[in-house]
C-alpha cells in the first residue's frame, strides 16, 4: 500500500482498493473526534496539514464586487 507513504492524493482513479480502505478506515474514529471539545487527532502528529484552493472562490470576488 503507496498511500502510507508521501503521496498526494488527486483523484481516486490512480488509488487502489486498499488505499481508499485506508482513508477510510481512517476517517471513520475521525467523526468521534469532530463531536470533542478538544479536538487534537494522533493521526496528525507531528503531520503538516494545508488547504489548496486552485480556482478563485465566485464568492469572494462577489463581495469584492459588490464592496
Given at each position: 500500500m503507496?498511500?502510507?507513504q508521501t503521496k498526494d492524493l488527486l483523484?481516486?482513479?490512480e488509488l487502489s482498493r486498499e488505499d481508499?480502505?485506508?482513508i477510510l478506515n481512517t476517517a471513520l474514529p475521525m467523526?468521534?473526534?469532530i463531536k470533542r471539545d478538544?479536538?487534537?487527532v494522533p493521526t496528525l502528529r507531528?503531520?503538516?496539514?494545508a488547504t489548496v484552493f486552485y480556482e478563485p472562490s465566485?464568492?469572494?470576488r462577489t463581495s469584492f464586487e459588490i464592496a
Open positions: 503507496g498511500f502510507e483523484g481516486l482513479r481508499i480502505e485506508l467523526k468521534d473526534i478538544i479536538k487534537k507531528g503531520k503538516a496539514l465566485t464568492r469572494t
